[in-house]
């Protein structure tokens, strides 16, 4: 599997040794062992005792800690290569995935890395093993999406029972223009609620006080009104002239820009929004900034509109990942500039 030099000793890891790793790993998780995103002195002392028993080696801290990272890593590769995807089965002979040509490389361009597992990937087993050591402390942007992409995660969800009476309206059903006042107040109340629930951050419990309802009703209320939201934002986050053929009226107009900027036409920068987070997720979600977050990356124009979002990764995750994630992902339709454009770009 490699060796790893460390103080002049060579760490050699064959398969054997790494399935045992894993599953001492594993059980110091399960021991409670592994606080955050790294083991405890407790915990590294526990592996490095019981991988010496069992195989004889002495490895070191250091050693042991340099295995787990590059495990990480190779973990962290691999599920990018299957990001999105479904129904992938294994190919027992090529001791990888079984999937065409075509699909390799499709999925090599957007992770061009990830090319020596075309030809020797990670087995089922020992991917349920990385599972359980990294799932939870790894950031992995299965949640992110962007508006432009148009694939709402949630439209499955049943949508239906907007009124306490059973209504079964749908929110696109409850707009100004269907017959009865009924029907418009409640599709104001969903818009007000939701709005209430968004901007004030406010629980479940609260809500139900302010809008007499019960929990259930506004919870149906609030992710009819999200799913809503959602669908306009596929329209509202987009460039108004996807040429941009004209010189945004802030440049033009400004001797301080004109002409050093006329060719640019948005900035990007990314932002940290609090997330509420199970406790036992919130390692990814927990940055520089010391608590839960998400990563979001945005592109806004000299009128100051969204043209670009990227929303969900985990607070953990570097800039840079997100913002070469959303390049070479197909499926987010990045915005990229005409020839001859530019855009401003803040990483940190």
């Given at each position: ?12 890891w ?5 399935l045992?790793?894993?599953?001492l ?18 915990g ?29 890593k ?77 694939n ?37 109340e ?66 301080r ?16 929004i ?12 927990i ?53 001859g ?8």
């Open positions: 599997m490699g060796k790893h030099k460390e103080n002049g000793i060579s760490a050699t064959e398969q054997n040794d790494v045992l790793f894993c599953d790993c594993i059980k110091e998780i399960e021991l409670g062992n592994r606080p955050t995103t790294h083991f405890s002195k407790d590294w002392n526990n592996l490095m005792n019981k991988f010496r028993e069992r195989t004889g080696k002495s490895y070191d801290q250091k050693q042991m800690k340099n295995k787990w990272d590059q495990l990480k190779e973990w962290k590769l691999w599920r990018e290569l299957k990001r999105g995807e479904t129904g992938l089965g294994w190919n027992s002979s090529r001791k990888t995935i079984d999937a065409s040509d075509e699909w390799w490389d499709e999925r090599l361009k957007v992770v061009p890395t990830a090319k020596k597992f075309r030809y020797s990937g990670i087995t089922p087993e020992f991917e349920e093993k990385l599972d359980r050591m990294f799932s939870q402390v790894v950031a992995t942007g299965d949640l992110a999406w962007a508006p432009s992409s148009r709402l995660e949630h439209e499955s969800v049943d949508e239906r029972d907007m009124s306490d009476d059973g209504d079964s309206r749908t929110v696109e059903d409850l707009s100004p223009n269907a017959t009865g006042m009924r029907v418009d107040t409640t599709s104001r969903v818009l007000a609620l939701t709005l209430y629930i968004l901007a004030q951050n406010e629980s479940m419990r609260l809500t139900k006080e302010r809008f007499q309802h019960s929990t259930e009703t506004i919870s149906r209320y609030f992710l009819a009104g999200i799913t809503a939201l959602k669908k306009l934002s596929s329209d509202i986050i987009a460039p108004t002239d996807e040429h941009f053929g004209e010189i945004p009226q802030h440049i033009l107009n400004d001797t820009y004109m002409p050093y900027f006329e060719n640019c036409i948005g900035a990007i920068d990314g932002t940290h609090g997330a509420r987070v199970p406790p036992e997720l919130q390692a990814a979600y940055g520089r900034h010391g608590t839960p977050t998400q990563n979001i990356m945005a592109v806004c124009d000299f009128n100051m509109c969204f043209t670009f979002v990227l929303a969900g990764w985990e607070g953990s995750t570097h800039d840079s990942r997100i913002f070469q994630r959303a390049l070479m992902e197909p499926s987010y339709h990045f915005p990229f500039p005409p020839t454009k530019i855009l401003i770009i803040k990483l940190e």
